[in-house]
């Protein structure tokens, strides 16, 4: 362990240079903020769709065949929009998309683990910590832009996450955060019979529980949310990409990412069909680590796989110019993105630590 510490550190240390093409503009708010999460999805399937290696490798992907059918095409265009249409049909035409490297637009983790907890730690309290090295349950000491916006005026009462992966309230810090956290199989308590609806499948017909919920079940809780309390911001954390991928399983993976996009989709419409939303709302949407970027590899995560540290992110929202891929040559971080998620509802936020700039959005 003290040998894994001392190459993240260093690692941590070369990643932590200043982000370049900042500027002094300022972020234009809206009053409304969404942050989405697809954990440990690639930046590879986003800008190039299915990868050609993997989909046709038995061992990954073992009918190989119907996948082609569904995601492959022979243009890299055609990949990524078969496998992510609302990313590439929506954001791609009206938002703005990072982390294309072979463009050199490139966005990476800070922290040197590349691996949950770590990841989220750093996107949400603007900083990384050494200390922060495992997935395990334990109680992050760090104040998060949630907890800091949900003590705001006119944020308190309206700033909710809802997580696939059981161990965020220990990473956003329920007992003291004053936000609204359902995380796992965690059962919701509302009035809604749709709620109360899902609270029984969860209950009665989800057997085999792990610590990751379906996305499904975690969308639909948050959707439920949405309708019952209108939440200033929302933040939806989906977990099945990163299941998949530990398992081997290629075509699931694929799967799971296309089940992603269909809920931003659905989120989305939601939002611009909804008053008080509409027209009033900024997507925010990113992943916690990379993977390793090779066929042999690509299943894996952490410290000592390249590529870990590799991310991505899309933006979307009414203050948001329409760039769709972002081609400047530029470096930025995932500890950028809790200031980012501070301005862009008109906040800064201000820690015990020293935060990381945020984003300068094209």
Request: some cysteine; aromatic content about 10%; hydrophobic content about 35%.
């Amino acid at each position: 362990m003290t040998c894994i510490l001392f190459f993240a550190a260093i690692q941590e240390i070369s990643n932590q240079g200043t982000p370049t093409k900042q500027s002094t503009t300022a972020i234009t708010p809206t009053g409304n903020l969404f942050i989405i999460t697809i954990d440990g999805f690639r930046w590879q399937e986003i800008f190039n769709g299915a990868d050609s290696s993997i989909i046709n490798d038995a061992r990954y992907c073992p009918d190989s065949e119907t996948m082609k059918m569904m995601y492959w095409s022979s243009d890299v265009e055609g990949r990524r929009k078969k496998l992510l249409p609302f990313f590439w049909n929506v954001i791609g035409e009206r938002g703005q998309l990072y982390g294309n490297r072979r463009l050199n637009n490139k966005m990476n983790t800070a922290n040197g683990f590349s691996i949950s907890y770590p990841g989220y730690n750093e996107i949400f309290s603007g900083a990384t910590d050494l200390s922060i090295a495992t997935n395990s349950r334990y109680t992050n000491s760090h104040i998060n832009v949630l907890e800091y916006l949900a003590n705001r005026d006119g944020f308190q009462g309206k700033v909710a996450a809802f997580t696939s992966w059981d161990v965020f309230p220990y990473i956003l810090n329920k007992s003291k955060s004053h936000i609204v956290i359902n995380s796992g199989y965690e059962k919701m308590e509302s009035c809604s019979s749709t709620q109360e609806l899902i609270s029984e499948v969860q209950e009665k017909h989800m057997l085999n529980k792990t610590e990751t919920r379906h996305d499904e079940l975690t969308f639909l809780t948050a959707i439920e949310y949405l309708r019952s309390s209108a939440p200033k911001v929302l933040y939806l954390a989906l977990g099945e990409t990163d299941e998949a991928a530990h398992d081997g399983r290629y075509d699931t993976y694929l799967e799971k990412a296309s089940e992603a996009d269909r809920m931003l989709a659905r989120l989305w419409h939601f939002v611009q069909t909804t008053k008080g939303y509409k027209d009033n709302t900024t997507f925010v949407i990113t992943t916690d680590h990379g993977r390793g970027n090779r066929r042999g590899n690509w299943m894996q995560h952490g410290t000592f796989i390249t590529g870990s540290s590799q991310t991505w992110m899309g933006v979307i929202g009414p203050n948001i110019e329409p760039l769709g891929e972002v081609k400047d040559e530029q470096q930025i971080y995932q500890k950028q993105l809790a200031q980012t998620i501070a301005a862009l509802v008109g906040e800064t936020f201000i820690s015990d630590r020293k935060i990381a700039p945020a984003i300068a959005l094209q």
